[in-house]
């Protein structure tokens, strides 16, 4: 049973006057979320992605269609019972909505101070978290006091106050600069490993899904336009927006004035090899070519880490007769898929 079963869910909003047509904020969207995922939600602003967040946890009811968490029905749930779902739900925010006039401490304490948790156990739960998150010697400190880094990790000590099952992570490192973003990828990735949290991470930076996410779906005007295993999507993206996405990441060919740039001054045709980490390395790559002893180098591409995993995209120009050029590149042998740049 997923952990999340989204079923053609749709959420429509009154125009903004009346007179404005309505907008259809999510439309139709389906997603299985399994226990244990770290599921990312890419789209540009507009898309839908924080809408489906809230229709997820139930900060507002859907138009249509069906959400399940753990096999219960949360759409029709009544208040009470919703609000004991929530608990299981933790969720952190781009600004990271801290309270200022309260200590790390009692910003962390704050949702156990809700549910009525005794003192004692709050207290050894606060530390608890804290410990986790690398932030015991902080924990009288106020958050203007600390980095946005830091200010986030307290989010995510209180995120998980409650022991919830699920985290959603709502850009929550598009206000931090890359290496503190890094910090609290990492620190995600823990929460995902060590606590067996199920997460999912709402953003529209493709490197922060290439760093967590192990599935990944692809959104735009309310609708998931493809969805699967991330380093597939990398790989093999199927759509115009997947792959301008995933063109933010990998070094692929560069287009446009790039392009023509590129053939002005490099002599010969250009290939692109794109190979998994199947069998193919860049090394196997070059020594195909250079064994068939064509002319041949590298203009762009590069190598990239994608989950761990290797993709190799490598545009290079290759110089010589048809048939040695063709030879070279049937050679490089499986698990590689060359295409000549004909643009
Ligand atoms: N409360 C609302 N009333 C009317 N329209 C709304 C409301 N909330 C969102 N929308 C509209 O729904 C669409 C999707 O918005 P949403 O915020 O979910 O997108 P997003 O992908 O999260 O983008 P962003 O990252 O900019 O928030 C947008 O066209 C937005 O204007």
New binding site residues.
């Given amino acids: 049973m997923p952990h999340i079963a989204i079923r053609d869910v749709t959420k429509t909003?009154p125009g903004?006057r009346r007179r404005d047509a309505a907008?259809t904020?999510v439309d139709s969207v389906s997603l299985d979320v399994e226990r244990g995922d770290v599921f990312g939600v890419i789209?540009y602003?507009?898309?839908?992605?924080?809408?489906?967040v809230r229709l997820v946890n139930g900060l507002e009811p859907v138009s249509s269609g069906s959400i399940e968490i753990d096999g219960v029905e949360v759409t029709t749930l009544a208040p009470a019972a919703l609000r004991e779902v929530r608990q299981g739900i933790g969720m952190i925010f781009q600004r990271f909505n801290l309270l200022r006039s309260r200590t790390v401490r009692a910003n962390v304490a704050y949702p156990l101070e809700v549910v009525g948790t005794p003192r004692a156990e709050r207290r050894a739960r606060v530390d608890e978290l804290l410990r986790f998150v690398g932030l015991a010697d902080k924990a009288d400190a106020y958050p203007e006091q600390l980095s946005g880094g830091q200010q986030q990790r307290v989010g995510i000590a209180r995120a998980l106050a409650a022991s919830p099952s699920i985290l959603l992570a709502d850009?929550a490192t598009s206000a931090l600069d890359p290496e503190t973003t890094d910090e609290v990828l990492d620190l995600l990735a823990r929460v995902n490993r060590e606590l067996g949290v199920t997460i999912v991470v709402i953003t529209?930076e493709m490197d922060v899904i290439a760093r967590i996410a192990t599935k990944v779906a692809v959104?735009e005007q309310?609708r998931v336009v493809e969805s699967g295993a991330t380093y597939d999507v990398f790989t093999n993206p199927t759509t115009e927006t997947a792959r301008r996405f995933v063109r933010t990441v990998v070094r692929a060919l560069p287009d446009g004035d790039a392009l023509a740039e590129l053939r002005a001054r490099t002599p010969g045709r250009l290939f692109t090899i794109a190979f998994t980490d199947e069998g193919a390395s860049e090394a196997r790559v070059f020594g195909a070519l250079a064994r068939a002893g064509v002319d041949f180098h590298l203009v762009h591409g590069g190598v990239d880490d994608i989950q761990g995993r290797v993709y190799g995209l490598l545009t290079i120009a290759v110089e010589g007769d048809d048939a040695a050029i063709r030879a070279a590149l049937a050679g490089i042998g499986a698990g590689v898929t060359v295409t000549e740049v004909t643009a």
């Fill in positions: 909003y903004r907008v904020a789209g602003s507009g898309a839908g992605k924080s809408t489906l850009e529209h959104m309310g």
